[in-house]
């Protein structure tokens, strides 16, 4: 019978389902809108690499990503919330379970209350571990992903495939999501974008 840490270290990803309990998410959720979404500070955002207040859609989302939101020094409740959720003992096993490895590092946190419709890529290509090759990401399903909404999608194995880029690939984006967006034109059957439920996370 194969484990998750075989199952991961074949196709890339691994799912654990109902990992975040949902008062947790729902406490996250509380915070998140009484205290970030309605503030009018400065936040750092995934998105653009920018501080920026929030600008929110026609139906109340922000529009731009938040990043590190485990290190909100003025807002403590809502770090503390997501440290629980992301430091959690439940975490902590299923991360062991999948890599072999008794301790992690939390190294970078993000937030999407909107679809940002991310170009397809490889982690690696944007951050990794020193040394490469060690770092591993979680896509916490804060509620039942619709598939209007956009799924999270990952391509099962595709974690083998060496792109071997040109120098222009390597230091330009533009080239890079070109090479990537190619590939995915030619293996539009291999897109997985699972159905995640509230509470599940996706690792890869």
Request: aromatic share 14%; with cysteine; glycine share 4%.
């Amino acid at each position: 019978m194969n484990t998750p840490k075989d199952l991961y270290d074949v196709n890339g990803y691994y799912i654990v389902e109902k990992l975040i309990p949902e008062a947790l998410i729902d406490q996250l959720l509380a915070i998140y809108k009484s205290n970030i979404l309605a503030s009018k500070d400065y936040f750092f955002r995934q998105s653009s690499n920018r501080w920026e207040t929030n600008k929110t859609s026609a139906y109340g989302y922000a529009e731009e990503s938040f990043l590190n939101v485990h290190d909100y020094p003025n807002y403590p409740d809502f770090t503390e919330t997501t440290r629980q959720i992301f430091c959690s003992q439940s975490v902590q096993e299923a991360l062991t379970q999948i890599t072999g490895s008794a301790e992690h590092n939390l190294m970078q946190s993000m937030l999407f209350d909107l679809n940002t419709a991310t170009h397809a890529h490889q982690d690696w290509y944007y951050l990794d571990s020193m040394p490469p090759g060690h770092l591993l990401a979680g896509w916490f399903a804060l509620e039942d992903i619709h598939q209007e909404a956009g799924r999270f999608f990952v391509l099962p194995k595709s974690n083998w495939i060496d792109f071997d880029l040109t120098v222009d690939e390597k230091i330009s984006t533009t080239p890079y999501r070109k090479k990537l967006q190619d590939y995915l034109d030619t293996h539009q059957d291999d897109i997985y974008a699972p159905a995640l439920k509230k509470g599940d996370v996706l690792f890869w």
